[in-house]
């Protein structure tokens, strides 16, 4: 009895179940099958408007407006390296963890060449003769932790306020304190050195190298180039600088391959010596668009449906300390503008060049072809065909037409002859 209702209700299907859609689902698995429910930020995270054909995804940088890199290293197992290099660990570690540190290393110091000569002084006995005139201690005035505590701050720093002095009748405080001294000397040379360079960095000399916030695509010189600019906002220069640029695109090999976020070069005058630059006012950096560069087929039409992004990075060295700068920027497809130029922003004054920052980011709308630099190239090599060639294809061309109407009127062919006799003559003309 039980096996057969088990079977009837096995082989009726739910009642919540619609027809129409019951008409939709496998003849194999009627039921119903209800999506999981996702949790609230990954439903805030879904698109609103879903198309049918594709799915509008929100291109995720590779480097930031900023400059900083948009990529997190997980599951770092050996994490052991970061202690070999602690230097470099130290010094990129965020301002309010390396202040705690420096003031925890040396409280630590302190604390623990402090509970030695307070463990010396009670081992010899110096506690139970303190009041005693004639026992020589081993540290003069020391009748605690607290005090044991403040000579290992005087030691260790070399106040010396001549309270709490050290005897000779005591060989292991005598050890103890050159210990103390030489170790000192190396914790001071080693957190003063990480503070030195942490507060030397060049990273903010990079708050005052700006880029434009959009990239350009216009004709120049009768040319399609993809153009950004680039600005110093202080006094004193970078030497020695130079720019570089890099596409970041996903690319599917020949064979398969799936490469993410694959780096190509973009020449900005590298074989020309452009990428040098004398940054003293604002400089458009200009890419041609040839056969060699990574937009040559892509249009205007194109460009919004390509997922890129352009990392552009600028090196030099900083005047005033000689040490190395880099600033970094990026551009993705919606920060590309399709048949637009740079403002103007200097000007002749009284004597000197005026350059108006307020116009750095602006741009103006130019007549630029909506054509890629392949097809403009095309374009460009048919109108350049000689007039000979047309028309001896021309010529080709009726011949072969004569050919093929050899069994027609009489009239027809003197009408198609008389026709070839004038194009000749027109050439020949």
């Excluded at 005598?174 to 030397?200: D, E, R």
Aim: hydrophobic fraction near 40%; aromatic fraction near 10%.
């Amino acid at each position: 009895i039980l096996s057969s209702c088990f079977s009837s209700l096995l082989s009726k299907p739910p009642a919540n179940v619609l027809e129409g859609d019951s008409m939709d689902q496998d003849v194999e698995s009627p039921v119903a099958i209800h999506q999981p429910k996702l949790p609230k930020q990954a439903r805030d995270d879904l698109p609103r408007h879903i198309s049918r054909d594709r799915t509008k995804r929100k291109i995720q940088r590779y480097v930031r407006k900023d400059g900083k890199c948009n990529v997190h290293h997980g599951n770092v197992r050996e994490t052991y390296r970061y202690l070999t290099d602690i230097f470099t660990t130290l010094v990129d570690l965020k301002w309010r963890f390396n202040l705690l540190i420096f003031v925890m290393v040396y409280t630590v110091t302190w604390l623990f060449f402090g509970m030695i000569w307070w463990l010396i002084a009670y081992i010899r006995g110096d506690m139970d003769h303190i009041e005693d005139s004639s026992w020589t201690p081993c540290v003069t005035n020391l009748n605690g932790f607290v005090s044991a505590f403040l000579f290992s701050i005087e030691t260790e720093t070399t106040i010396g306020y001549g309270y709490r002095v050290i005897t000779d009748k005591c060989p292991e405080g005598i050890i103890l304190l050159l210990i103390q001294s030489v170790l000192g000397s190396i914790v001071n040379a080693f957190m003063v050195g990480c503070m030195f360079v942490k507060i030397s960095q060049p990273k903010k000399r990079a708050e005052t190298l700006v880029f434009s916030t959009h990239a350009v695509i216009s004709m120049r010189d009768g040319k399609l180039c993809l153009m950004f600019r680039v600005g110093d906002l202080r006094n004193s220069h970078i030497v020695e600088a130079s720019i570089r640029a890099k596409l970041i695109k996903s690319k599917q090999t020949s064979e398969g391959e799936f490469i993410p976020l694959n780096q190509t070069d973009i020449n900005v005058g590298y074989y020309t010596g452009d990428d040098r630059l004398f940054l003293v006012s604002p400089l458009i950096i200009s890419h041609e668009i040839n056969q060699q560069s990574p937009f040559w087929e892509i249009s205007k039409a194109q460009l919004p449906k390509e997922e890129l992004e352009i990392v552009v990075i600028l090196e030099g060295m900083v005047e005033a300390t000689g040490m190395t700068c880099q600033a970094r920027s990026s551009y993705i497809t919606s920060e590309i503008l399709w048949g637009y130029r740079f403002t103007p922003v200097l000007t002749l004054e009284d004597g000197f060049y005026e350059v108006d920052y307020n116009s750095f980011h602006e741009t103006y709308e130019t007549s630029t072809p909506a054509l890629s630099a392949k097809e403009l190239a095309e374009l460009a090599s048919r109108a350049e065909l000689p007039l000979s060639w047309s028309v001896s294809s021309k010529l080709n061309q009726h011949a072969e037409l004569e050919t093929e109407e050899e069994d027609k009127s009489p009239e027809e062919q003197t009408e198609r002859n008389g026709d070839v006799a004038n194009l000749e003559s027109e050439s020949k003309v």
